[in-house]
């Protein structure tokens, strides 16, 4: 079982940023490839951004690209979203998940095996 814990959400003005972590353990951090969903009160998940095992694959929402940017770092067990340029309508809660399929980049909750709890993000207008 692969345990998924968010960090990093909290209240931001718009056009400010913030620094979303999330770490993985249970199995190695290697063998899966990482993935940032966000779900708005009344609103279904949304895919935000993934990324493969070794961090050569990117994929990101078309709303997010050019702000959001995805990273990780294996020795740390750890994957991060960097969001920038920040406007209300990136409220939400944002969720970690990870699968097993490391080299592929999948947009769809579905296939993820692994969720976190999350984690609110707020941006103030």
């Known amino acids: 079982q692969v345990q998924v814990v968010e960090s990093g959400g909290g209240l931001v003005q718009t056009g400010g940023s913030l620094r979303l972590s999330c770490t993985a353990s249970?199995?190695?951090?290697?063998?899966?490839?990482m993935g940032w969903f966000r779900q708005a009160p009344g609103k279904e998940r949304q895919f935000v951004a993934t990324?493969?095992?070794?961090?050569?694959?990117?994929y990101y929402e078309p709303s997010v690209k050019g702000r959001f940017t995805i990273s990780r770092d294996n020795a740390k067990n750890t994957v991060y979203l960097q969001m920038n340029s920040l406007k209300p309508e990136d409220t939400a809660d944002y969720y970690c998940?990870?699968?097993?399929?490391?080299?592929?980049?999948?947009?769809?909750?579905?296939?993820?095996?692994?969720w976190g709890q999350g984690t609110q993000v707020t941006v103030s207008s």
């Open positions: 998940a990870a699968h097993s399929d490391r080299n592929s980049l999948l947009n769809s909750p579905a296939r993820y095996l692994y």
């Open positions: 249970g199995r190695p951090f290697s063998s899966l490839a």
């Open positions: 990324i493969t095992w070794n961090g050569n694959g990117l």
